[in-house]
């Protein structure tokens, strides 16, 4: 029964990870690894590796290589053998490398011993294939590349006093080359260590770069990335735009303004004539925006031209913030909307309701002067009693203002709505009477000082 | 600790946590400046405020009442068993705790005549008359009442102890029949008090 649930989760749990395996989308990366080592008597570099997993580009592959070979032009020229083979990965070496404890089995003992006896060495694991490291040592190096076959060092006499870059191919190919790749990594070390022999025979301190073109283990992409599943909110389908920003004189931004919608309206011949101002404000910049701030005034004005037939019409947003002793902090007020057109003037309060403390925002679904309205006409014999203003999601900071988002939002909606305090407030009141009703009620006791159940019934007399 | 106890606790302890949480919340949330009475004051409608005042004066009154019939009726009821002559003279206590209750429905008349309609929707355009209308109802209202309630007990208790003295001695109901006199006044205190909150009452645009 254990074995049989055991044996059925070892199995769920290779499946499992066969399907993570599957649907991990591992990117068809094309990186190479890097093994560089030194015979010079000190250390050449003293670079952080990087961190495990990370693929070098070719400006960090820049950066080691330059650090070990010196962009200073007095610095002793290197000699440099680059041997590239056609194809290696990191998961070669660990296959066969004999990292497993089988040292006897590595195929690689020519490496490791100049490993072992070299002063410096840097281990990169995944180079990005397109460092292409030939042109990186060409470029660092300012020497012409020279392929040379293996067997034609033993010709070639090296100058020590002139930088050189030698390129060995090694081949490692599949297809039509019958050996087994272990094989052909045998005897891909076996060049390796005839090179460094003949080097060090003729007594040349050199820098040898072992890598690759391409990764010899290639894992294909078995999911293509999944297309957006992102879902959206229903709200999210309008375009959002960047709040409108007024700049002091030290450039900072001193004024937000946004609204989801503008609309004016004039009362004209009897009939109300709309206009929507929010395109023209927010999104397509039709506005002229100017603006002041100081420590106790903000005004924001936005000119328009040509609204509902008036040549000239202007918006006027007059803020200011003071110390209210009493709450002990500063607030800032909406004390005036006011309306140019032509000449004449509208004008609306909004000093009692658009109010907030001036570190915040103040945010409001409607601010209009019709319905429930915030903002009211100056005087009764106002202008502004032929207009009409309405924002919608409306959202303004006069003072305060840090960066370019507006500070915590201080809603004209509370939690509790009025309804619901009075609501809240006459239930409350019932329960408390309620509860003192049910208390004196449960205390009720009848006399029962005289009562004897084992005795006999009262008489009560008919008569008198 | 019995249920009744138990339950009193539970509910202080929710009422006060939840007080607790409450503030902390906005304390540390530096909301403080949304804590805001007047807000609650202004915003809420002068209209609750007037029927409160009208629903309390004639319940509280009746409260009063009926606790001190309850009282003095039981006691009669007892004595008259032994004392049947003490019935008939001591329905003068239940008179005088009936008055307490009719205090209260006059004056909840009273007020709730004085309920009009007005058009505002803001504090501005509501305007304070409108508010001192509302306020003084409430006050008014919760004036006659509590002070009816408080009468109508003590009305009960002193019958009940006429009642009970009666029925041992004729001759004591008069006297006692004098502080009866007196503890019926008190509501009357509340009632002229109360018609002089709400005579400058004017509701309405």
Redesign the interface.
């Known amino acids: 029964m254990a074995e049989e649930m055991f044996g059925r989760l070892v199995s769920i749990m290779m499946v499992f990870s066969l399907l993570l395996s599957v649907f991990t989308t591992r990117s068809c990366s094309d990186h190479v690894p890097l093994i560089m080592w030194s015979s010079e008597g000190r250390s050449l570099w003293t670079q952080d590796p990087p961190v495990a997993g990370h693929i070098v580009s070719r400006s960090q592959l820049e950066t080691y290589l330059s650090s070990a070979f010196g962009s200073a032009p007095n610095s002793a020229p290197h000699t440099v053998l680059l041997f590239l083979q056609d194809r290696l990965s990191v998961d070669d070496i660990t296959l066969y490398g004999g990292v497993f404890g089988n040292k006897q089995d590595s195929v690689f003992p020519n490496l490791e011993t100049a490993l072992q006896s070299s002063s410096s060495l840097l281990v990169l694991p995944s180079v990005s294939g397109s460092a292409s490291v030939p042109e990186v040592l060409q470029g660092l190096l300012n020497v012409a590349p020279l392929s040379l076959d293996p067997e034609q060092l033993n010709e070639l006499h090296l100058d020590v006093s002139s930088p050189a870059l030698l390129v060995f191919r090694l081949p490692f190919g599949t297809g039509s080359n019958e050996m087994a790749p272990k094989d052909s990594l045998r005897e891909n070390d076996r060049l390796m260590g005839n090179v460094l022999d003949a080097v060090k025979a003729q007594a040349v301190p050199y820098t040898a770069v072992y890598t690759a073109l391409a990764p010899s283990w290639v894992t294909r992409d078995v999911n293509p990335a999944p297309q957006s599943v992102g879902r959206s909110l229903l709200q999210a389908t309008n375009d959002v735009y960047a709040p409108l920003q007024i700049l002091d004189n030290m450039g900072k931004v001193c004024i937000l303004f946004w609204a989801s919608n503008l609309t004016v309206s004039v009362l004209q011949s009897g009939q109300w004539q709309k206009a929507d101002l929010t395109d023209k404000t927010f999104i397509s910049s039709g506005v002229e925006k100017n603006g002041s701030c100081n420590a106790s005034n903000s005004q924001l004005i936005l000119k328009y031209g040509n609204i509902l037939g008036f040549q000239t019409f202007q918006l006027t947003f007059a803020m200011s913030q003071r110390l209210y002793p009493v709450?002990a902090?500063q607030w800032f007020t909406l004390d005036q909307v006011q309306l140019n057109y032509d000449g004449h003037n509208a004008t609306f309060n909004g000093s009692?309701?658009i109010t907030a403390?001036s570190e915040y925002s103040y945010h409001c679904q409607m601010v209009s002067s019709s319905d429930?309205?915030l903002l009211?006409p100056s005087t009764p014999t106002d202008n502004a009693k032929q207009w009409i203003l309405t924002f919608t999601d409306f959202q303004i900071q006069g003072f305060g203002v840090t960066g370019e988002n507006f500070s915590y939002a201080?809603d004209c909606a509370?939690f509790f709505t009025?309804g619901i305090?009075?609501g809240l407030?006459?239930s409350l009141?019932l329960l408390l009477?309620l509860?003192y009703g049910l208390?004196m009620i449960?205390q009720l006791r009848s006399?029962d000082r005289f009562d004897d159940p084992k005795g006999p019934a009262i008489a009560?007399p008919q008569n008198? | 600790m019995n249920g009744?106890a138990l339950l009193y606790g539970g509910?202080t302890v929710a009422f006060w946590s939840t007080l607790l949480v409450v503030g902390i919340c906005y304390t540390i949330f530096d909301l403080g400046?949304?804590f805001d009475v007047a807000?609650?004051l202004t915003?809420?409608?002068p209209f609750?405020w007037a029927n409160?005042g009208i629903g309390l004066a004639i319940?509280l009154s009746v409260v009063g009442a009926a606790w001190g019939i309850y009282i003095t009726g039981s006691s009669i009821i007892?004595g008259g068993?032994k004392a049947?002559r003490i019935k008939t003279k001591n329905l003068v206590s239940i008179i005088f705790c009936e008055a307490v209750a009719i205090y209260g429905i006059i004056m909840a008349i009273v007020i709730s005549n004085m309920a009009e309609n007005f058009s505002g929707?803001?504090?501005?355009t509501i305007g304070f008359k409108n508010y001192q209308a509302g306020y003084s109802m409430f006050g008014a209202g919760l004036t006659v009442g509590f002070s009816n309630l408080f009468c109508g007990i003590c009305v009960g208790i002193v019958g009940s102890g006429a009642a009970l003295a009666d029925a041992q001695n004729a001759s004591l109901f008069v006297k006692i029949l004098i502080v009866e006199i007196f503890g019926s006044a008190i509501g009357l205190f509340g009632v002229i008090v109360a018609i002089l909150q709400t005579s400058k009452v004017k509701m309405g645009d």
Request: glycine residues 4%; without cysteine; charged residues 15%.
């Open positions: 709450s902090r009692d309701g403390p429930y309205p009211v201080n509370s009025p305090w009075m407030v006459t009141l009477i509860t208390h449960l006399m009560v008198d | 009744q509910v400046f949304r807000w609650f915003e809420t409608s609750m409160l319940s007892g068993v049947p929707t803001t504090p501005d």
